[in-house]
């Protein structure tokens, strides 16, 4: 039988909210909504440098365990078929391409997610 407990407030030790996540394999490392080199929001994410035309480099906070982590981007805004791409990445950055079928690259808003151990 599972177990729930109930409470109108949780507490850390020193008596804040306590922080939830960031410890396993299935949490989310880092995430950026970004267009060209304005960060919308972010989370473990210094800074995205504008390339060229269509190709990004995210700066993470903190380094990833290692170069070996999982990633997914998207352009947001464009209606043709698109493709991301990383290139160039190591643990404390990742870069990403975005392109339209033909393989032109384009400059979109993009939205990208890490996962690592």
């Known amino acids: 039988m599972a177990s729930a407990v109930v409470s109108d407030n949780f507490e850390n030790g020193t008596g804040g909210v306590p922080q939830l996540g960031g410890t396993s394999a299935t949490t989310c490392k880092a995430w950026v909504n970004f267009d060209g080199s304005i960060i919308y929001d972010s989370y473990n994410v210094s800074s995205v440098t504008d390339n060229a035309t269509g190709e990004f480099t995210i700066n993470f906070t903190e380094n990833m365990s ?9 352009g947001k805004g464009n209606t043709t078929a698109s493709a991301s791409y990383s290139y160039a990445s190591d643990a404390s950055k990742f870069s990403v391409r975005l392109v339209l079928t033909d393989n032109t690259k384009y400059d979109d808003l993009i939205a990208a997610q890490i996962f690592s151990n």
């Open 66 to 74: 290692n170069a070996n982590y999982s990633f997914g981007a998207t």
